[in-house]
Each structure stands twice: as structure tokens, then as C-alpha cells.
């Protein structure tokens, strides 16, 4: 009984969010697609994020393991998985549940990631012209023309907030290291 109950959550919570249609995005962000062996050290990464989307709330779980030959994600909602992604620098594999959204797109998924956690040079070389990466008291910022278009920011409380001003999105992000937590 507590097994179909959830099952009925996560249909409307996924019914709600599919019913909400993202706008054209207001720019095309650049695609980074960088190499697994740019990260100066393998991840090992729990995490919970937060998405805002206008006025609608998720949240969600996500694995992430990334070493130099591989990046590998797993993101769930309530329980349930909703995604999976294999990243090898060259092929993006996605395994995708029915029930997610089409507006969550496992390349924008990440580009995010990539973003958040890879070296800046490794994100300024595969900038295309016209496209900066400016760094600033813990800030990140891709800009285009000088306007900030995705904005990477630490709180005060350790997690990160990632806003995504192209698309119109945020995600809030707490990482907990796996090699670092207690048994």
C-alpha cells in the first residue's frame, strides 16, 4: 500500500512539473562536453538538489562518480529513478524512467555538472568565441556581451546555487564527499 502511494506521488509530482512547459530558452548556452581526465581528481559525490522552475519546487537525489575515464550520475525523485548518465568524453549514455519530463535533457543535465565542478580552464577552452568564464569571490559566471547567463554561487551554509538565467531555472546543491563521510 505505501509502495502505490508513492508510486501516485511521483505520477503527480512528474504530471505537474511535464505540465509545465519551459520557454524557448532567452539564449543558447554553450555546450561544454569536457573530458572526464580534465577533473584534477576522481569524485565521489551524494547530493540533494533543490530545482526551482518559476513558481514549481523539486527535490531530488543524485549519485555522482566521476574519475578520469567516466563520468556516472544517477538522479532520483522520491525514490524512484529518474535518470541515468554515463559520460566517457566522446558518448553521453542516458538511461531515462517513462515518467520524466522531456525539458530535463541529459546534456544540459551536464553541462550543469560540468560547470559547477571542472577546472576553469578546462571550461574557458571549449568556451566558443564570444563566451567568457569570469571567477569572483567564489562566484562563477558564464557570460556572453558581458550579461551573466548561468551563475554559480557558494551560500553560507556549504551548498551551492547554480541559476541558470538562459532557461529560467535554479538548482541548490549539497554534496556530501563519499570519501569523506563516516562509515
Request: proline share 8%; aromatic share 4%; with cysteine.
Amino acid at each position: 500500500m505505501q509502495r502505490l502511494i508513492v508510486l501516485l506521488l511521483v505520477c503527480v509530482l512528474l504530471a505537474s512539473c511535464a505540465s509545465t512547459r519551459m520557454p524557448a530558452p532567452l539564449v543558447q548556452l554553450p555546450t561544454l562536453q569536457l573530458a572526464p581526465s580534465a577533473l584534477p581528481q576522481p569524485l565521489q559525490l551524494q547530493q540533494r538538489l533543490q530545482f526551482r522552475f518559476g513558481t514549481h519546487e523539486r527535490e531530488l537525489d543524485a549519485l555522482l562518480e566521476a574519475d578520469g575515464s567516466q563520468v556516472r550520475l544517477a538522479v532520483q525523485a522520491m525514490g524512484q529513478t529518474g535518470v541515468r548518465m554515463v559520460w566517457d568524453g566522446t558518448t553521453l549514455e542516458q538511461t531515462r524512467a517513462p515518467w520524466l519530463p522531456p525539458q530535463v535533457r541529459g546534456e544540459r543535465v551536464l553541462d550543469d555538472l560540468q560547470f559547477a565542478l571542472w577546472p576553469a580552464a578546462a571550461i574557458r577552452a571549449a568556451l566558443p568565441a564570444g563566451w567568457t568564464l569570469v571567477e569572483s569571490g567564489g562566484e562563477r559566471r558564464l557570460e556572453q556581451a558581458g550579461k551573466a547567463w548561468l551563475l554559480l554561487e557558494p551560500l553560507p551554509d556549504g551548498r551551492v546555487r547554480l541559476r541558470n538565467l538562459a532557461e529560467g531555472y535554479e538548482l541548490v546543491i549539497e554534496s556530501l564527499d563519499m570519501e569523506q563521510a563516516p562509515p
